[in-house]
């Protein structure tokens, strides 16, 4: 399978601590995406990792992808409550469709 | 500029039925995406299409499931004789062109089958 697999399933922590989540994938990629989806909601863009990047920030947002370990990681600096959701990698191998992992559960706790 | 569009929000069929799912991408997009996401679970890919064309549909059922994106108008992702195993959270993205370019999702379409 293709499937990216995210790891842990589900993670606990206090506010205002960095959230690492972690992906991995088994072959080559174009780009990998990670996504967030509030329960019961749609799912909204966060970044978009090309192939040949190795690190990328979007505000408190840092994604790193290491392409000789078909893995990337999301770290979330200074975590707020309306952080909690799940967060889901997706990658995409050149043919369009994009692959989802099972997603990580993460849970701000005030 | 509006996002992705999906109607309606909640779906209840009777098993049997038939279930419609619009989708309107967002303007100036082409390109569309079906996927599937069953409870405590990642998003399958279905289908994608190009206005008037079916691109890729591998990861569609191969019976009582069809998709199409006709040149005027919404996709539409329709479910024949639906069965309780068809409950789920359907979600349409879309995408300005071809090539590595992120998806853009719609708020879904949640069906239950009774």
């Known amino acids: 399978s293709q499937q990216g697999e995210e790891d842990p399933q589900a993670l606990s922590i206090q506010e205002g601590e960095n959230a690492t989540m972690n992906c991995s994938y088994k072959?080559?990629?174009?780009?990998l995406q990670w996504y967030r989806q509030n329960s019961g909601r749609g799912l909204v863009h966060l970044i978009l990792?090309?192939?040949?990047?190795r690190e990328k920030h979007s505000g408190r947002l840092r994604v790193t992808l290491d392409t000789s370990k078909k893995s990337s990681s999301l770290l979330i600096t200074a975590s707020r409550a309306a952080d909690t959701a799940s967060y889901f990698c997706?990658?995409?191998?050149?043919?369009?469709?994009?692959?989802f992992g099972t997603g990580t559960r993460l849970t701000i706790i005030p | 500029n509006a996002g992705v569009m999906q109607n309606p929000r909640h779906l209840v069929r009777r098993r049997g039925q038939e279930a419609r799912l619009r989708c309107s991408p967002m303007?100036?997009?082409?390109?569309v995406y079906w996927y599937r996401q069953l409870p405590e679970e990642g998003l399958k890919f279905m289908v994608y299409?190009?206005?008037?064309?079916?691109?890729?549909e591998s990861g569609m059922p191969k019976e009582r499931f069809s998709a199409e994106f006709p040149k005027e108008g919404p996709s539409i992702l329709r479910i024949q004789q639906v069965v309780r195993g068809d409950s789920a959270a359907y979600f349409c993205?879309?995408?300005?062109?071809?090539?590595?370019?992120?998806?853009?999702f719609g708020p879904g379409t949640r069906l239950t089958v009774t």
């Open positions: 993205a879309s995408s300005p062109r071809t090539g590595t370019d992120e998806q853009y």
């Open positions: 072959t080559s990629i174009n780009n």
């Open positions: 990792i090309r192939s040949n990047e």
């Open positions: 997706a990658t995409n191998f050149g043919n369009e469709k994009l692959t």
């Open positions: 303007k100036g997009h082409s390109h």
């Open positions: 299409l190009q206005k008037e064309n079916i691109i890729d």
